[in-house]
C-alpha cells in the first residue's frame, strides 16, 4: 500500500534546542505551516484570545476540545495544507488530552497525532552541549531575554532586564531536567514506534538553512524552499556563557 502524504509534523524538543529558530524559517518557506506551540500550558490565554475563543475552553468538554483543536489546525497550517506543531515533551499530555477528547477509543499517542492532523512526521531537536542548553535557560529566565533580532532588536523578553548571576543551583537543576526531557522524548519514540528525523541544534546554528532542508524533505516538500531563507534570531551565548559553563565544571568536576 502506498503510504499517504505527510500533512503535519511535530518539531519535538527541548527548552533552548533552536525550535524558536526553526519555527520562523519554516513559517517563512510558505510551504511547511507555521509551527508554533499551541499546547504550552502557560501560552493557552494568548492562543485563546487571539483565536477569539472563551479563556478556559478546554474545560467544557469535547465540543471546546474540537473547537480549541480546530483553531490550532488552522492557525498552524497557515493556508499551506501543512500542519507544523513545536511541542515539549512536558506539554505532550496536554495535547493528548485534548485530541483524545475530540478522537476518542485510539490506542496510542502517533494514532492520535494522525487522526487530528492527518499523517504525521516527528523531528527531534537536541543539542549535544547540554550544560550549554542549562546555561542559556538560567540567563534567560534571569535577563528576561529569550530571542533576539541578528541586529540585537529584542524579541522576546518576558520581565525587565537584570543583569544574570551565576547560580549553580539553578544550573544543576535546568541540567537535570534537561536529561529527564530528553529521556522522556527517546522513550516516548520507542513506545510509538516513531523513527523521528534527528536535528542538532549545534548544526542547526551552524547551517540553519540546511536544517530546513532537511525537515522539508523529511515532510515531502521542495527542500529548494529553504534557499535564501535568512535566521529571524541569534545566539545569545558570549563569553559569560563559557564563564559559567568552566566554572560549573570545576565547581562539579564534569
Known amino acids: 500500500m502506498k503510504a499517504q502524504p505527510v500533512r503535519a509534523y511535530v518539531l519535538c524538543g527541548t527548552p533552548r534546542s533552536g525550535s524558536t529558530l526553526l519555527c520562523g524559517l519554516l513559517r517563512a518557506s510558505g510551504v511547511a505551516g507555521a509551527p508554533d506551540s499551541f499546547f504550552r500550558t502557560q501560552s493557552r490565554d494568548e492562543w485563546t484570545d487571539e483565536w477569539r475563543l472563551p479563556r478556559g475552553i478546554l474545560d467544557k468538554g469535547v465540543e471546546g476540545a474540537r473547537r ?26 496536554d495535547a493528548m488530552t485534548c485530541i ?13 497525532f494522525d487522526a487530528a492532523f492527518g499523517p504525521t512526521a516527528y523531528v527531534y531537536l537536541s543539542r549535544d552541549d547540554m550544560l550549554a542548553q542549562a546555561i542559556s535557560r538560567v540567563r534567560a529566565e534571569q535577563s528576561g531575554l529569550w530571542h533576539a533580532a541578528p541586529d540585537g532588536t529584542e524579541i522576546e523578553r518576558t520581565r525587565p532586564p537584570r543583569a544574570p548571576r551565576y547560580d549553580r ?26 523513527t523521528p528525523l534527528r536535528l542538532r541544534y549545534e548544526a542547526i546554528a551552524e547551517d540553519p538553512r540546511a536544517a530546513v532542508a532537511a525537515i522539508l524533505t523529511h515532510i515531502g516538500q521542495d527542500p529548494a524552499h529553504a534557499a ?3 535566521p529571524g ?5 558570549d563569553q559569560t556563557s563559557a564563564d559559567w559553563a568552566a566554572r560549573f565544571r570545576a565547581e562539579t568536576g564534569g
Open 68 to 93: 480549541f483543536l480546530e483553531a490550532a489546525r488552522v492557525e498552524g497550517t497557515a493556508g499551506t495544507g501543512v500542519f507544523g506543531l513545536r511541542l515539549m515533551s512536558e506539554n505532550l499530555a
Open 100 to 112: 483524545a477528547a475530540v478522537h476518542p477509543g485510539l490506542d496510542s499517542d502517533r494514532a492520535r
Open 169 to 194: 543551583a539553578a544550573i544543576a537543576t535546568r541540567l537535570t531536567e534537561l536529561a529527564r526531557h530528553d529521556r522522556d522524548w527517546q522513550d516516548w519514540f520507542t513506545a510509538e514506534g516513531i
Open 228 to 230: 535564501g531563507l535568512n
Open 233 to 237: 534570531t541569534r545566539r545569545l551565548a
